[in-house]
């Protein structure tokens, strides 16, 4: 089954030519068939090439698939022209009375600034607990992943004295898991940031990891309460993405080593070889279909639950008063 985008968005036509089934909204409605609805909250500053990335995997499995993007309310990106984000992406503030079976949540390119420093941290909380009644499933990604793991469960990010960067071969720790099923015992990621978390300071009872690298730690954590995943590396990342980040450091006159493991024989002028796309779709698709199998079907349907401010504001209202709970 394809996956549901706007005709006019650029994704669009890259994913046709790489044979990705799209549909419009015209061609859903013929379909009796409940579509999964995915909510891609993009928190990077080149919007357009991380849409692209995740409609990609998501759009090669057997489900239809309704993709809703989203960004933050109260942040305006300088990097993603304006109409692109007024003719595509809907603010976060507009979906939140909607359910989703699904939720990405991108990372962003501030990883060492405390959390409670980023302008719509405030905002992020409240995309967390939301989180918690009306997505069925979340999926967060490098800094989204770090910051949901740190607001839910009180874990610090560490500074790297060097930033963590290439590609890297990491253990798959529990084979049996519907989210590695299918997977290799070990198997390529790509790595790229400045920050880590630390596997002895997790909450055992509520977390467990799925696969890490000696060389750059934890990559994958399910936390069981919230049926959430935390994807601390990129899978989702194209073939010269790592290359692309490299030459941007190099011309803007940073220190930055060569991506570890990436060009072959270290060599900058040769192309890189992608060695994790295979297992970039059979983990999102291991996570749909998680979901598929799981979620009930109304789900998304279902009003949304007021949030513990929500009930007390309308107690408030009732009873004439304030502050009366």
């Given at each position: 089954?394809?996956?549901?985008?706007?005709?006019?968005?650029?994704?669009?036509?890259?994913?046709?030519?790489?044979?990705?089934?799209?549909?419009?909204?015209?061609?859903?409605?013929?379909?009796?068939?409940?579509?999964?609805?995915?909510?891609?909250?993009?928190?990077?500053?080149?919007?357009?090439?991380?849409?692209?990335?995740?409609?990609?995997?998501?759009?090669?499995?057997?489900?239809q698939i309704d993709l809703?993007?989203?960004?933050?309310?109260?942040?305006?990106?300088?990097?993603?022209?304006?109409?692109?984000?007024?003719?595509?992406?809907?603010?976060?503030?507009?979906?939140?009375?909607?359910?989703?079976?699904?939720?990405?949540?991108?990372?962003?390119?501030?990883?060492?600034?405390?959390?409670?420093?980023?302008?719509?941290?405030?905002?992020?909380?409240?995309?967390?607990?939301?989180?918690?009644?009306?997505?069925?499933?979340?999926?967060?990604?490098?800094?989204?992943?770090?910051?949901?793991?740190?607001?839910?469960?009180?874990?610090?990010?560490?500074?790297?004295?060097?930033?963590?960067?290439?590609?890297?071969?990491?253990?798959?720790?529990?084979?049996?898991?519907?989210?590695?099923?299918?997977?290799?015992?070990?198997?390529?990621?790509?790595?790229?940031?400045?920050?880590?978390?630390?596997?002895?300071?997790?909450?055992?009872?509520?977390?467990?990891?799925?696969?890490?690298?000696?060389?750059?730690?934890?990559?994958?954590?399910?936390?069981?309460?919230?049926?959430?995943?935390?994807?601390?590396?990129?899978?989702?990342?194209d073939t010269q993405t790592?290359?692309?980040?490299?030459?941007?450091?190099?011309?803007?006159?940073?220190?930055?080593?060569?991506?570890?493991?990436?060009?072959?024989?270290?060599?900058?002028?040769?192309?890189?070889?992608?060695?994790?796309?295979?297992h970039a779709h059979l983990?999102?698709?291991?996570?749909?279909?998680?979901?598929?199998?799981?979620?009930?079907?109304?789900?998304?349907?279902?009003?949304?639950?007021?949030?513990?401010?929500?009930?007390?504001?309308?107690?408030?209202?009732?009873?004439?008063?304030?502050?009366?709970?």
């Amino acid at each position: 089954m394809p996956i549901k985008i706007p005709e006019s968005l650029p994704a669009r036509a890259i994913l046709e030519r790489e044979g990705v089934m799209v549909m419009d909204e015209g061609t859903a409605l013929r379909q009796d068939i409940r579509p999964m609805q995915i909510a891609l909250l993009n928190l990077m500053p080149d919007k357009i090439s991380t849409e692209t990335q995740f409609a990609r995997l998501i759009g090669a499995t057997p489900l239809q698939i309704d993709l809703t993007l989203v960004r933050m309310s109260q942040h305006r990106s300088i990097n993603t022209p304006s109409e692109h984000l007024e003719a595509f992406y809907r603010p976060w503030t507009d979906v939140r009375a909607h359910r989703f079976d699904g939720l990405i949540i991108t990372g962003a390119p501030i990883e060492l600034l405390p959390f409670e420093e980023v302008t719509y941290w405030a905002e992020l909380r409240e995309v967390f607990d939301w989180t918690e009644a009306n997505v069925f499933s979340t999926f967060a990604v490098c800094w989204g992943a770090q910051a949901m793991l740190h607001y839910f469960h009180g874990v610090a990010k560490h500074a790297l004295a060097h930033k963590a960067f290439g590609c890297f071969r990491h253990n798959n720790h529990m084979p049996g898991s519907p989210y590695l099923r299918g997977f290799s015992d070990d198997f390529i990621v790509p790595v790229s940031r400045h920050t880590e978390i630390r596997e002895n300071e997790l909450p055992k009872d509520a977390v467990r990891v799925l696969a890490s690298a000696p060389a750059t730690g934890p990559c994958l954590i399910e936390d069981m309460q919230r049926r959430a995943l935390y994807m601390f590396n990129h899978l989702e990342y194209d073939t010269q993405t790592l290359g692309r980040e490299y030459q941007r450091d190099v011309d803007a006159g940073k220190e930055i080593q060569l991506p570890e493991n990436y060009f072959p024989d270290d060599d900058p002028s040769q192309k890189p070889r992608n060695r994790w796309r295979g297992h970039a779709h059979l983990l999102f698709a291991n996570w749909l279909n998680e979901i598929y199998q799981n979620v009930p079907f109304d789900f998304v349907d279902q009003a949304a639950r007021p949030s513990a401010q929500e009930r007390a504001a309308a107690m408030d209202k009732d009873t004439g008063k304030v502050g009366v709970r």
